[in-house]
């Protein structure tokens, strides 16, 4: 008689969880304009993609979050982003900041002249229901 064993495999446990990785999408985000008098901005992304769920906290069926900051060119892209806190350390920053580099934003106008908008902060949020 044979014995049937059934493996289980990362793709196994990948369709039995639901995996959400977003960042706050109904949330404004804002940054500042200026060097010396500061004046607070409202930024309007077009695009953002999905982080992708990292394995290791797949496996270990973590939640999280990031927490990046950055800039935003007078294109609309994202320049300079570095995490500024996260929950666990070391597990989600690399998918995050993957993710976060790829965002595009309306390029940001103040007083009817393109600029650079300084410290914009988006909290990435990673959870496994």
Known sequence: MKKYTKKISLKSILFSFIIIAF???GSSESGYV???DKVELEVKRL???PAKFPRKALRLAKDGYVLVE???DTDGSVIDPYV??????GLFERAA???IRKYLYEPPVYEGVSVKVNDVQVKMSFKVQ
Request: glycine share 4%; hydrophobic share 35%.
């Open 23 to 25: 960042a706050n999408i």
């Open 34 to 36: 200026g060097e010396d």
């Open 47 to 49: 695009y953002s993609q």
């Open 70 to 72: 950055f800039d935003i």
């Open 84 to 89: 500024v806190e996260s929950e666990p350390a």
């Open 97 to 99: 900041m993957k993710s």
